[in-house]
């Protein structure tokens, strides 16, 4: 158990649809990141989330969006949802102390969303 | 851009035997190096990471090797056991950066 807790942990849902993934970081974590894994695309970065405010986006498509809550926990928002989105979705989370060596990030258990 | 170049994709290996991942990495701003495990529906976990400033790291059966100058590094396990059959990954990043994912590679022990 990586202490990274995700819900919900499956989630089935037909195009056009919005929907929230939730996640909460280890306790003392600060950084939050999000992760999308699909057959096609392996594992991909998509954004990440640092003491609440955004520090870097990867592959992350306009209708997804994200944010951080002041008690750390965070939620990713997909919206106009397409067939394509269908994936597993990770979140991780590091220390990140500031101006410090990098730190392990730790996973999820993952979110599994089925677009249909 | 491909930023790792991850082999092979897949990989049978009979149980006792050692079982040899490589990764081919392109940024020279990375500076830790992990290999992360996967088993099916779960999310991955770091199994061991080197920093560049090492050429080798052990950690039980796990050996990472690190070659800064040909930008390479490989995952081997010694002793292979069918409870190593997962998907590994390696996912260099930059300091306080994303984890940027290889492709990785479907590892299979036979008994």
């Known amino acids: 158990d990586s202490g990274v807790t995700q819900t919900p942990k499956h989630l089935i849902t037909a195009t056009g649809q919005r929907v929230t993934l939730r996640c909460s970081p280890r306790s003392g974590d600060l950084s939050v990141y999000w992760y999308q894994q699909s057959l096609d695309q392996g594992l991909q970065f998509l954004i990440q989330?640092?003491?609440?405010?955004?520090?870097a986006k990867g592959n992350i498509l306009e209708r997804f969006s994200a944010q951080q809550f002041p008690d750390l926990h965070s939620e990713l928002n997909l919206s106009s949802l397409e067939l394509g989105d269908s994936a597993l979705y990770f979140c991780?989370?590091?220390?990140?102390?500031?101006?410090?060596?990098?730190?392990?990030?730790?996973f999820g258990p993952g979110t599994r969303l089925t677009v249909l | 851009q491909q930023q790792v170049k991850q082999s092979p994709q897949s990989l049978i290996v009979q149980k006792g035997g050692i079982s040899i991942i490589n990764c081919a990495y392109e940024?020279?701003?990375?500076?830790?190096f992990p290999w992360y495990q996967q088993f099916p529906g779960k999310g991955p976990a770091l199994l061991i990471a080197?920093?560049?400033?090492?050429s080798e790291k052990k950690e039980g059966r796990f050996t990472i090797s690190f070659n800064k100058s040909a930008k390479q590094f490989s995952l081997h396990i010694m002793d292979s056991q069918p409870g190593d059959s997962a998907t590994y990954f390696c996912a260099p990043l930059r300091s306080q950066g994303n984890l940027i994912f290889g492709k990785g590679t479907k590892l299979s022990v036979k008994p």
């Open positions: 080197i920093r560049p400033d090492v």
């Open positions: 940024n020279t701003a990375f500076d830790y």
């Open positions: 989330y640092y003491n609440g405010e955004e520090r």
């Open positions: 991780a989370s590091s220390v990140d102390r500031r101006g410090g060596r990098t730190d392990t990030q730790y």
